[in-house]
């Protein structure tokens, strides 16, 4: 997925992205309230299930539209309440699919439920959660405050935003583009979805702009295009230095020495850069000169 022409696009708007726009969806700056005590992370979760519960059984998508146009690429998703002319409306949580992602709090594992519904499938592939994606997108608060909105597509790394928003983009798949004469971009067969996150899976306890403390989130997300991400460019695709598959490429440390290997050079630690004893003879096959299963970048005695 690889594609010159994005990858040139990628480094210029990222750039102008850093730069300008001090985004939402960018963990870091944290602002802390003073006075209060931090709330404890598993009462907010009990709060944050159930008033996304109460939004999900009393709200619903433009489903209708995505239906009876599946071709036409310039519809939003769109939300809004079950009432009135809409009472007969199917509710978002007989749509969506929840998914479980543990978080660590001081040392302690908390699974965290969110939610996620796709409305149109796209016809490309998936992302990774640490891959570089072409999105449009647009943040809710449940009472429907807009908080952030990106009408032009940027990119974003998802190791980079906030935890709901990187598990939740992966379910969504990318779509196709052709290049118009003037150099532009024309999309395509693109995915759309939307996520619904607990606050702990967005700034929990750090308010943002329009963002208040604890609030859980809603992201409406078109997935234009991905590249796969190497963040450490040692020839390895981020995503598989998950070495123990288990699904979090952040927590494998081979050599131990603190950098998990997506970002480290050098795996093993022998002073031999990964991209320098990965593949030596190009055939496709992480190279293992002594024969002992352990793949040379991999292994400090070579
Ligand atoms: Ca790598
Ligand atoms: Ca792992
Ligand atoms: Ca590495
Ligand atoms: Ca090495």
Same mark, same amino acid.
């Given at each position: 997925?690889?594609?010159?022409? !994005?990858?040139?696009?990628?480094?210029?708007?990222?750039?102008?992205?850093?730069?300008?726009?001090?985004?939402?969806?960018?963990?870091?700056?944290?602002?802390?309230?003073?006075?209060?005590?931090?709330?404890?992370?598993?009462?907010?979760?009990? !709060?944050?299930?159930?008033?996304?519960?109460?939004?999900?059984?009393?709200?619903?998508?433009?489903?209708?539209?995505?239906?009876?146009?599946?071709?036409?690429?310039?519809?939003?998703?769109?939300?809004?309440?079950?009432?009135?002319?809409?009472?007969?409306? !199917?509710?978002?949580?007989?749509?969506?699919?929840?998914?479980?992602?543990?978080?660590?709090?001081?040392?302690?594992?908390?699974?965290?439920?969110?939610?996620?519904?796709?409305?149109?499938?796209?016809?490309?592939?998936?992302?990774?959660?640490?891959?570089?994606?072409?999105?449009?997108?647009?943040?809710?608060?449940?009472?429907?405050?807009?908080?952030?909105?990106?009408?032009?597509?940027?990119?974003?790394?998802?190791?980079?935003?906030?935890?709901?928003?990187?598990?939740?983009?992966?379910?969504?798949?990318?779509?196709?583009?052709?290049?118009?004469?003037?150099? !532009?971009?024309?999309?395509?067969?693109?995915?759309?979805?939307?996520?619904?996150?607990?606050?702990?899976?967005?700034?929990?306890?750090?308010?943002?702009?329009?963002?208040?403390?604890?609030?859980?989130?809603?992201?409406?997300?078109?997935?234009?295009?991905?590249?796969?991400?190497?963040?450490?460019?040692?020839?390895?695709?981020?995503?598989?230095?998950?070495?123990?598959?288990?699904?979090?490429?952040?927590?494998?440390?081979?050599?131990?020495?603190?950098?998990?290997?997506?970002?480290?050079?050098?795996?093993?630690?022998?002073?031999?850069?990964?991209?320098?004893?990965?593949?030596?003879?190009?055939?496709?096959?992480?190279?293992?000169?002594?024969?002992?299963?352990?793949?040379?970048?991999?292994?400090?005695?070579?």
């Amino acid at each position: 997925m690889l594609i010159h022409p !994005t990858f040139v696009l990628n480094t210029r708007i990222r750039t102008f992205v850093v730069l300008t726009l001090g985004l939402l969806v960018l963990l870091g700056a944290c602002k802390k309230d003073s006075g209060e005590e931090r709330r404890d992370p598993r009462e907010q979760l009990v !709060t944050d299930e159930s008033d996304l519960q109460a939004y999900l059984q009393t709200h619903f998508y433009n489903y209708e539209d995505f239906e009876a146009a599946p071709e036409d690429y310039s519809l939003r998703i769109t939300l809004d309440t079950i009432a009135g002319d809409n009472s007969n409306k !199917t509710p978002l949580i007989d749509q969506v699919v929840s998914q479980w992602v543990d978080v660590t709090y001081q040392g302690e594992t908390i699974p965290h439920k969110m939610y996620y519904l796709v409305a149109r499938e796209g016809r490309g592939e998936n992302p990774t959660k640490v891959d570089s994606t072409y999105i449009r997108y647009s943040g809710n608060l449940l009472d429907g405050t807009s908080f952030d909105k990106r009408e032009t597509p940027i990119w974003f790394d998802l190791t980079s935003v906030v935890t709901g928003f990187r598990e939740g983009v992966p379910h969504i798949k990318a779509g196709s583009y052709t290049v118009n004469n003037d150099g !532009t971009f024309e999309f395509y067969d693109f995915g759309q979805g939307i996520i619904f996150m607990p606050s702990g899976l967005g700034y929990f306890d750090r308010a943002q702009g329009f963002v208040p403390q604890y609030a859980p989130l809603i992201f409406r997300i078109s997935l234009y295009t991905f590249n796969t991400a190497d963040h450490d460019g040692d020839g390895i695709p981020s995503m598989l230095e998950d070495l123990d598959g288990d699904g979090n490429p952040f927590n494998d440390d081979t050599d131990e020495d603190g950098t998990a290997n997506m970002y480290d050079r050098d795996d093993d630690n022998d002073g031999v850069l990964t991209i320098d004893e990965y593949d030596t003879n190009n055939d496709g096959i992480p190279d293992d000169s002594n024969n002992d299963g352990i793949p040379d970048y991999l292994d400090d005695t070579v």
